[in-house]
C-alpha cells in the first residue's frame, strides 16, 4: 500500500481507502474467537509501535551513516509498525 501510494500519489490514495473499505462489502460471519485473535494481535501492536514510537522521538537528532532519524520518522514508525504486526501474528497465531 506504501508503496502504491508513494508511486501514484492521490490515485494510490484513493485505492487504499477502497481497499481499506472493503472489509465492510464482505457478507461472511467471522467467528468470537478470530475476533479475540485479531483483538489481541492488534492491542500488543499497538503497544510495539507506541515504544517505538517513544524511542524514535528519543533518538531523533542522530544520524546513522547520513540518515537523520527526526527527518525521516513516518517511514520508521510504519515499518516498525508492519513488523511487529506480523512477528506478533505469526507468535500468537502459532500459539493457538
Known amino acids: 500500500m506504501l508503496i502504491a501510494i508513494l508511486l501514484f500519489g492521490n490515485k494510490g490514495m484513493a485505492v487504499g481507502a477502497l481497499y481499506a473499505g472493503s472489509i465492510f462489502l464482505r457478507r461472511e460471519k467471522w467467528d468470537e474467537r478470530e475476533f479475540q485473535l485479531f483483538y489481541k494481535i492488534g492491542n500488543i501492536t499497538a503497544g510495539a509501535v507506541l ?35 506480523g512477528a506478533t501474528g505469526l507468535i500468537v497465531f502459532a500459539k493457538n
Open 51 to 85: 515504544v517505538a514510537c517513544v524511542v524514535i522521538f528519543r533518538f531523533s537528532d542522530v544520524f546513522i551513516n547520513g540518515f537523520q532519524i527526526g527527518k525521516n520518522w513516518l517511514g520508521l514508525v510504519v515499518s516498525c509498525f508492519f513488523i511487529a504486526h
